[in-house]
């Protein structure tokens, strides 16, 4: 079974750009959490969707969105982009229950100039 | 504030030596705690699924175990190639969302 894929796997943009990342779960599974990692802050959760409906959504500012394709693909979006938002990012998917273990994908990592 | 707390931030082995990582949660109404192993700029690697107050979980030189208030994962006789982040997460019991650890960073020198 194939695992979880993401897209691109690197990217440097610069201050004031917009970047969609794109995520594909494993097969079967229909829901897809987002995860920023820093080293200073380690994974902060961004937001879940499953089903193609945001179920649940950490403290990020609203330049961060996501939507979820009824093929429970995954895209978040990064408006206006900040130095600080360089980090990897990392795409997790599961069966859909509050307890189903997360598999990971192996991250975007995003460099703001 | 939920929260889960990892200890200690970094630990050096030599390989053979045996240690122990921890990890503490305040979380109420546990549903689960999951172990991950994370290599630098990839993504964790699940390792294992705990439940209830002394269950045990072992995968080759690794066994994690759980009391109602922590979790502790033995490293026995690790090898260079254990050397990793080792990173530890609950559910929120209210939404489908893990809360992570900061995570331990081993090394182990040959």
């Known amino acids: 079974k194939a695992g979880v894929t993401q897209t691109p796997r690197y990217l440097i943009k610069t201050r004031g750009q917009q970047v969609t990342l794109s995520c594909s779960p494993i097969?079967?599974?229909?829901?897809v959490s987002w995860y920023q990692q820093t080293p200073g802050q380690g994974l902060q959760f961004l937001f879940e969707?499953?089903?193609?409906?945001?179920?649940n959504k950490g403290n990020f500012p609203g330049r961060f969105s996501g939507r979820q394709f009824s093929n429970s693909r995954s895209e978040m979006n990064v408006s206006t982009l900040e130095l600080g938002d360089s980090a990897l990012y990392l795409c997790?998917?599961?069966?859909?229950?509050?307890?189903?273990?997360?598999?990971f994908g192996p991250g975007t990592r995003l460099t703001v100039l | 504030e939920d929260q889960v707390t990892q200890s200690p931030e970094a630990l050096r082995l030599q390989e053979g030596e045996s240690s122990s990582l921890n990890c503490s949660y305040t979380?109420?109404?546990?549903?689960?705690l999951f172990w991950y192993r994370q290599d630098p700029g990839k993504g964790p690697e699940f390792l294992f699924t705990?439940?209830?107050a002394g269950e045990e979980k072992e995968k080759e030189r690794l066994k994690a175990t759980l009391t109602k208030k922590e979790s502790f994962l033995h490293i026995t006789a690790p090898k260079p190639e254990d050397s990793a982040t080792y990173l530890c997460?609950?559910?929120?019991?209210?939404?489908?969302?893990?809360?992570f650890g900061t995570g331990t960073s081993l090394t182990v020198i040959p």
């Open positions: 969707y499953f089903s193609e409906t945001q179920r």
């Open positions: 997460a609950v559910p929120n019991p209210i939404g489908n969302q893990f809360y």
């Open positions: 997790a998917s599961s069966a859909g229950l509050r307890t189903d273990t997360q598999y």
């Open positions: 097969s079967g599974h229909r829901s």
């Open positions: 979380v109420s109404g546990l549903r689960g």
């Open positions: 705990l439940y209830s």
